[in-house]
């Protein structure tokens, strides 16, 4: 077949947040958009959904286009197919479109429509990061798990240099390679000042590394809550490198839950251990430091008089998360500490943080 026409998708990143929910305005800017650039539009339709984001889609003469918004990550999802192999407009319209949502990163594929559409297998995945301005990708020699759970995308590749490697939706969690320098960083700053380690929790560490690292410490008990049981169980079987047999320890009590739900209840810690994302974004529909700090609260509140909390921050290179990070902590916590440790696998040096209630 030969090709009918050509189709643009697009992510903005960091958009001007307070327009991706008003939807008169998206309507406007697709309608105008259209108008300027030298389409004709046959007719709109739009919905803006509970409670937030909108979705509007515009029919034209040429084909269609439809703007989709995620205002909690300040998100948007673009598409543009025109059945003419005549690209200036189309380009222009793509630039208008971020000329009016304004995002600081943009991503795009180009599709040319009517012809077969191939996916290879290159043995290569990519973290994609929206936020410290580049992707990396890594060569795998083998896939050990490519699976879905009912949170997310689970992904344990085996690499030449970093060896076993968890990715969630993408995005890289833990390597054999460089596992202490990560689960170090967490417990470490718990083992350097003069309180109880007896009863401690962990938020998230589902690969069970931060884990089997407090276990070295002789603490009396450790609950690990993490939503997600399959990737616990992906990590038993394939991380054995990481978690040895910590989830198997007597002192240990796993609860697959929201960490908000058990942060809710009456129990008391000597330490929490944050090992959860700082961009709560893909799952969340509030702005996510509101999000956080209500997470921290709570986290202050668990803990016994003197407690500490550790936390993963981000990279050295997302300084709005640092600052975002910094207020928060601040705000609820004394005695806070940041350090910064070279992740190799990560290629950049990631910052986690320590505080005393």
């Known amino acids: 077949m030969k090709p009918v026409g050509m189709q643009i998708v697009a992510e903005f990143h960091s958009c001007t947040k307070d327009i991706l929910n008003d939807l008169p305005a998206i309507e406007k800017i697709l309608k105008d958009g259209i108008d300027e650039c030298g389409f004709s539009l046959v007719g709109i339709n739009s919905h803006r959904y509970d409670p937030i984001g909108v979705t509007s889609i515009a029919v034209i003469s040429e084909s269609h286009v439809a703007i989709h918004t995620y205002p909690e990550a300040h998100h948007a999802s673009i598409d543009i197919f025109t059945c003419s192999q005549e690209r200036e407009s189309t380009n222009n319209l793509l630039e208008y479109f971020k000329e009016k949502l304004n995002p600081t990163t943009t991503r ?49 590749i085996d690499n030449e240099i970093f060896g076993k490697m968890l990715f969630l939706n993408s995005d890289l969690q833990i390597t054999e390679y460089d596992a202490h320098l990560y689960n170090e960083s967490l417990v470490s700053p718990l083992t350097k000042v003069p309180t109880s380690l007896k009863h401690i929790a962990i938020l998230g560490g589902g690969d069970g590394g931060v884990l089997n690292e407090i276990l070295k410490h002789n603490p009396d008990s450790v609950v690990l809550i993490d939503i997600d049981k399959d990737v616990i169980e992906a990590s038993k079987m394939h991380l054995q490198c990481i978690c040895r047999n910590a989830f198997d320890d007597h002192r240990v009590e796993i609860i ?3 960490v908000n739900n058990f942060l809710n209840t009456d129990r008391r810690f000597d330490a929490v251990i944050y ?82 209630k």
Request: some cysteine; charged content about 25%; proline content about 3%.
């Open 108 to 156: 795009t594929a180009e599709i040319i429509r009517g012809n077969p559409i191939e996916i290879t297998e290159t043995n290569w995945i990519t973290d994609v990061s929206d936020t410290i301005g580049f992707d990396i990708r890594y060569h795998f020699k083998t896939k050990l798990l490519s699976t879905m759970s009912q949170y997310q995308q689970i992904d344990i």
């Open 275 to 356: 090992d959860l994302t700082m961009h709560p974004e893909t799952f969340i529909n509030m702005d996510r430091e509101e999000y956080l700090e209500d997470l921290f609260s709570k986290i202050k509140t668990c803990l016994n008089p003197g407690g500490m909390v550790t936390a993963q921050c981000c990279s050295e290179y997302d300084k709005d998360t640092l600052i975002m990070s910094e207020r928060i902590l601040n705000k609820f916590f004394r005695n806070v500490r940041f350090q910064t440790t070279n992740i190799p696998s990560f290629c950049t040096s990631w910052i986690f943080a320590s505080a005393q």
């Open 256 to 258: 697959n839950d929201d």
